[in-house]
């Protein structure tokens, strides 16, 4: 398999390997964030050019802590078991912040849904990471 963008940042910069079952469900989520911000955010580009205002405003009911709850509901039938345990780990973290306009019960869900991504995107395992993303899109019907 060819080498992932982390791995590849990591040779560039000379930074040493990290076990990634060391980081914290809150670490993983963070880094989570951004992969899956950039996923959807290119997605929404290779549509096609329009204001960045349009762009974004698609962007942000994808990348919002609802959406991403309800994503969640439609893919853990599908995790394996280790993604399943990443998810509930990053699910029961507890953040001292809160996504506005989130219930509880989504921020939560969606903090594990990031985690899931930030550990798929750390462990180099990009296919695997766009195949959820993928199923999580086309199963909710929404629209890039």
């Known amino acids: 398999m060819e080498k992932g963008i982390d791995s590849y940042l990591k040779e560039q910069f000379e930074i040493p390997d990290v076990d990634i079952r060391t980081y914290s469900p809150l670490t993983l989520a963070y880094i989570g964030d951004g992969i899956y911000d950039l996923v959807i955010r290119s997605l929404v580009v290779a549509k096609g050019n329009t204001r960045a205002s349009e762009l974004h405003k698609?962007?942000?009911?994808?990348?919002?802590?609802?959406?991403?709850?309800?994503?969640?509901?439609v893919l853990l039938p599908i995790l394996t078991e280790?993604?399943?345990?990443?998810?509930?780990?990053?699910?029961?973290?507890?953040?001292?912040?809160?996504?506005?306009?989130?219930?509880?019960s989504d921020y939560r869900k969606a903090t594990g849904?990031?985690?899931?991504?930030?550990?798929?995107?750390?462990k180099d395992e990009f296919e695997r990471l766009v195949e959820l993303v993928k199923i999580g899109v086309e199963e909710m019907k929404l629209k890039l």
């Open 58 to 73: 698609r962007t942000s009911q994808i990348v919002k802590a609802h959406t991403q709850a309800e994503m969640m509901e």
């Open 113 to 122: 849904f990031e985690a899931l991504m930030g550990y798929l995107y750390l």
């Open 82 to 104: 280790e993604e399943a345990a990443v998810y509930k780990r990053g699910r029961n973290a507890k953040s001292f912040t809160m996504a506005k306009n989130a219930t509880m």
